[in-house]
C-alpha cells in the first residue's frame, strides 16, 4: 500500500500559495522552444503527473494540453487554474488513453517513480501515447550525478491566508535508487491563526546511464540536455529529450 501524501490532497487547496504559476513562466519557455525545435508543428501534449497545472498554464499559449494527475485534488485545483486544458485522473504507470499526441511531458512529478519498475512503466506510458516520430521531454529533479542535499524554503502571501515551507533534501539511501524530501509548512489561515504540518515524500534517483538505458529498452531514442534557470541552488535543469522513431 502506498503511501498517501498530504501535500497532494488534505494540502492541496494551499498549492498556489507554495508555488504559484508565475514561478514558472522562464522554465515553461525553455520546454517550449525544446518541444518547437524538434518538431515546429507540436501541437498536441500530453503531460503525466501534472499537479496544479502551473507549467500548463504558460504551455497552453502553444500547445494543445491533455493533463493527467492522480489526485483528484490537484486536478481540481489545474481545472481552476486551466479550464481550457482535457483533465483526466489517472496514474501514470498504467493510464491508456487509446490515443496519441505528438509530445510528451513529464515534469517532477516523475520523481514519484522510486523503483526501476515503476520508472519503465512510466515511460512505457509515455512511448503508447507518443506518435511515431513524436518527443518525451521528462524533468527528473536529480541524475544520481546531480543529486546535492540541501534545505530550500519559501512560500507567498494570498489576499487572506499566507503560507510558508521548509524542504529537506536528504540523502537517506545512499547509493541506492531513492532520496527522501521532508517538508513543514506553517499556514496562517483566513482568521489569521497558523498550523502546522509536515510531510515526507520518497522519490526516485537514477543515473545519468540507468536513464537511457531504461528509456531505450522502451523504444526511444534519448539523449540529456542541461538548462539552467539562473545562478541560484537548484536552478539547473536536468531534461531527457527522447524520440521516438517514425516506425
Ligand atoms: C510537484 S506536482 C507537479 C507539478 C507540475 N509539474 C506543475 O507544473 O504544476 C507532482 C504531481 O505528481 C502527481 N503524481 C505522483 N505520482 C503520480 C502517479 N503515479 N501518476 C500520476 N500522477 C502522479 C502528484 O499527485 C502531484 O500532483
Known amino acids: 500500500m502506498e503511501r498517501e501524501m498530504s501535500l497532494y490532497r488534505s494540502l492541496a487547496e494551499w498549492m498556489p500559495l507554495l508555488t504559484p504559476a508565475s514561478n514558472y ?55 481552476q ?59 527528473p529533479d536529480f541524475f544520481r550525478e546531480t543529486f546535492r542535499p540541501g534545505t530550500r524554503h519559501g512560500g507567498t502571501d494570498g489576499p487572506d491566508r499566507a503560507m510558508r515551507y521548509l524542504m529537506w533534501i536528504r540523502d537517506t539511501e545512499p547509493g541506492g535508487c531513492t532520496y527522501t524530501t521532508e517538508f513543514a509548512f506553517l499556514l496562517s489561515h483566513v482568521d489569521g491563526h497558523v498550523t502546522v504540518e509536515r510531510d515526507t515524500h520518497t522519490m526516485g534517483l537514477f543515473s545519468e546511464q540507468q536513464w537511457l538505458d531504461l528509456l531505450a529498452r522502451v523504444g526511444f531514442v534519448g539523449e540529456i540536455v542541461g538548462e539552467t534557470l539562473g545562478e541560484e541552488e537548484y536552478s539547473h535543469l536536468n531534461i531527457l529529450l527522447a524520440r521516438k522513431c517514425h516506425c
Open 81 to 139: 487554474q486551466n479550464p481550457e486544458c482535457e483533465h483526466i485522473l489517472g496514474d501514470m504507470r498504467t493510464v491508456r488513453l487509446d490515443r496519441r499526441f505528438d509530445a510528451v511531458f513529464i515534469h517532477d512529478a516523475i520523481a514519484y517513480m522510486t523503483t526501476h519498475e515503476d520508472l519503465e512503466r512510466a515511460l512505457t506510458t509515455a512511448y503508447v501515447h507518443c506518435k511515431p516520430g513524436g518527443q518525451l521531454l521528462v524533468q
Open 25 to 79: 513562466r522562464l522554465e515553461a519557455s525553455i520546454y517550449r522552444r525544446l518541444f518547437l525545435a524538434h518538431d515546429p508543428q507540436t501541437r498536441t501534449v500530453l503531460e503525466l503527473g501534472s499537479g496544479g497545472g502551473n507549467n500548463a498554464y504558460h504551455l497552453k499559449r502553444r500547445f494543445a494540453m491533455t493533463l493527467v494527475d492522480h489526485s483528484p485534488d490537484m486536478l481540481a485545483l489545474s481545472q
